[in-house]
């Protein structure tokens, strides 16, 4: 059964950072493209960071220079470094394959950005 493990949120400031962890099982985790998603109260998930199996990166223009993903195979585990956030950023952050899985999603970690 996939599992995909979402940890890391939390209350930060405007400017802060926060490091996202998703720690994956039941897949061949080192053969997919994985990503993080996330969704706004009222608003539709989008997909705001992706890595492929082979490290490429591509990162939505809002958090271009501000995020970074990254993989670790060994680990089964996607990490979403976040820094310089804006309460623009406050959303349930998820992880799941790309393009997503529907069965796949997790419980997602919450990201509130406020002073």
């Known amino acids: 059964q996939v599992q995909l493990v979402e940890s890391g949120g939390g209350l930060v400031q405007p400017g802060g950072s926060l490091r996202l962890s998703c720690a994956a099982s039941?897949?061949?985790?080192?053969?997919?493209?994985m990503g993080w998603y996330r969704q706004a109260p009222g608003k539709q998930r989008e997909l705001v960071a992706r890595?492929?199996?082979?490290?490429?990166?591509y990162y939505a223009d809002s958090v271009k220079g501000r995020f970074t993903i990254s993989r670790d195979n060994a680990k089964t585990t996607v990490y979403l470094e976040m820094n310089s956030l804006k309460p623009e950023d406050t959303a349930g952050y998820y992880c799941?394959?790309?393009?997503?899985?529907?069965?796949?999603w997790g419980q997602g970690t919450q990201v509130t950005v406020s002073s």
């Open positions: 039941g897949i061949m985790f080192r053969i997919y493209a």
């Open positions: 799941n394959l790309v393009p997503s899985i529907q069965e796949y």
């Open positions: 890595i492929t199996s082979g490290g490429n990166t």
